[in-house]
């Protein structure tokens, strides 16, 4: 008589049950390392968050078990007090700041904000704030907006600033008082640093240089990109270009 075969059993549907804590491990560590290459931006209080869904977890690392309350916190610590972080945020809360601070000279284009490689730009247009060719500061037109822009910058003493004058192309009048653009520049720059001086802010945080043409943020084919080009730069500095 032939041996009966043997039914299979079939396996329970679905996924394994350690596949779901697996899983769950893997996303908390993938969205752990993310934020922390992009610590520039992050908080404390998103850090924490973090932290708080490895509670209890033990994670292996070159044969160590990191502990979230031990040394993976301390390691969330670590990420929190950053200077680059701390930094960065600061710069980023003083652009929403200048940003809603000089809203109306921004809708005139004599004010625009912006933030690169260099920290926070706070531009002013030179055709608003001098007179064609003129280093002296118009400040019967300006003193509002200068006394603003100090005010700023003392609620920000421990940045370094620099002010940059620039120009356009057009040649000055070598009999007039700059005989190059370049005196011009930097003379716009000087001036704007005094007045930002009396206004209260710390002489001592500052740089001054004068670029004359040669860092345009426009065309010089046109007269509208010229003026563009003709402006001071005042700039909370970066870390990196102190």
């Known amino acids: 008589m032939a041996e009966r075969r043997r039914k299979k059993k079939c396996p329970p549907e679905g996924a394994p049950e350690w596949m779901t804590t697996y899983g769950d ?12 290459y992009t610590t520039a931006t992050v908080d404390g209080a998103k850090i924490k968050l973090i932290l ?12 160590t078990t990191l502990q979230a309350t031990g040394q993976l ?4 610590n670590t990420v929190m007090s950053l200077p680059s972080s701390q930094a960065g945020r600061a710069l980023d809360e003083a652009r929403k700041k200048a940003v ?11 004010v625009r904000v912006k933030e690169d490689e260099r920290g926070l730009v706070i531009s002013l247009a030179a055709d608003a704030f001098f007179e064609p060719a003129s280093a002296e500061v118009n400040i019967e037109e300006s003193r509002d907006v200068l006394e603003r822009v100090s005010n700023l910058l003392i609620s920000l003493e421990e940045h370094k600033f620099r002010i940059e004058g620039h120009t356009d192309p057009n040649p000055t009048d070598p009999q007039g008082p ?5 005196e011009l520049s930097s003379a716009r720059a000087t001036n704007v640093l005094h007045y ?3 206004f209260g802010v710390s002489e001592e945080n500052f740089q001054v240089a004068g670029f004359a043409d ?11 990109g010229r003026s563009y080009n ?13």
Do not use: Y
Request: aromatic share 8%.
């Open 25 to 36: 491990m893997v996303t908390l560590l993938l969205t752990f390392f993310v934020m922390m």
């Open 52 to 63: 708080a869904a490895f509670n209890g977890l033990g994670l292996r690392s070159g044969g």
């Open 73 to 76: 916190a301390d390691m969330g």
């Open 100 to 110: 809603s601070m000089f809203q109306p000279e921004i809708k005139a284009k004599k």
């Open 178 to 182: 700059w005989r190059t653009n370049w």
């Open 196 to 198: 930002l001086v009396d």
């Open 214 to 224: 040669t860092v345009p943020i426009a065309s010089n084919e046109t007269e509208e």
């Open 230 to 242: 003709r402006r001071v730069d005042i700039i909370v500095l970066s870390e990196g270009h102190l």
